[in-house]
């Protein structure tokens, strides 16, 4: 169909779509620097380590070696770490172990437990073989001051150039944030759980 033929609303809805895509391919040429990228994936809202287990599976599809680090975590069920370890061998995963400490309530414990953790993330951190590297609530470890944040931060920004890696959990303070080049927060509406609907297989877990 020619423009000829177009109604006055159909042209001015091509015109528009076109000023778009413009724009859409602008920013597409603009962007010339090719290597790994640093995620958070923050805020009090569901779906933060979701959206990072999407990116690994992701990652494992176009053939990528993947190393996954839960903290806080690793005492509980988990329907995609459960498929990732029967499925995808080649993925390495590390979990804490010690579920949520306000449940262990042994801040030693839980302080020995998150830097034996944090020992394998660096290692992964320092490999440049794995494309992507997940570190799932590590900010937890952050606030509760377990880990030291300088080292953390700079074992991120020391990484292989051509690595990415994602960090999930609520808060983990501006300076995690100004050494990330993509910030994302995942805001709270409203959850089931306040209306005292149970945790569901296969959505929460």
């Known amino acids: 169909m020619t423009d000829d033929n177009l109604t006055e609303q159909q042209k001015l809805h091509k015109k528009k779509m076109q000023k778009q895509k413009e724009k859409v391919d602008a920013s597409i040429a603009a962007a010339k620097i090719e290597r790994g990228v640093a995620i958070l994936l923050t805020g009090n809202g569901k779906g933060k380590t979701s959206s990072a287990m999407g990116m690994a ?19 509980q069920n988990s329907g995609e770490i459960d498929y990732l370890t029967e499925h995808c061998p080649s993925v390495d995963i590390k979990r804490m172990g010690t579920g949520f400490t306000w449940n262990t309530q042994d801040k030693e414990a839980d302080i020995k437990a998150s830097e034996d953790t944090w020992a394998h993330a660096a290692a992964m951190l320092a490999d440049e073989r794995y494309d992507l590297v997940i570190l799932d609530e590590l900010t937890y470890m952050l606030g509760y001051k377990y880990l030291d944040k300088s080292t953390v931060i700079e074992a991120i920004k020391q ?12 808060g983990g303070g501006s300076e995690l944030r100004d050494a990330m080049d993509t910030v994302s927060e995942v805001k709270d509406i409203f959850h089931a759980y306040k209306s005292g609907i149970k945790a569901r297989k296969g959505v929460d877990y």
């Open 57 to 75: 599976l992701r990652a494992i599809g176009y053939g990528q070696k993947v190393g996954i680090i839960q903290f806080i975590k690793g005492a």
């Open 159 to 170: 990484r292989p150039r051509e690595q990415s890696v994602v960090v999930t959990g609520r």
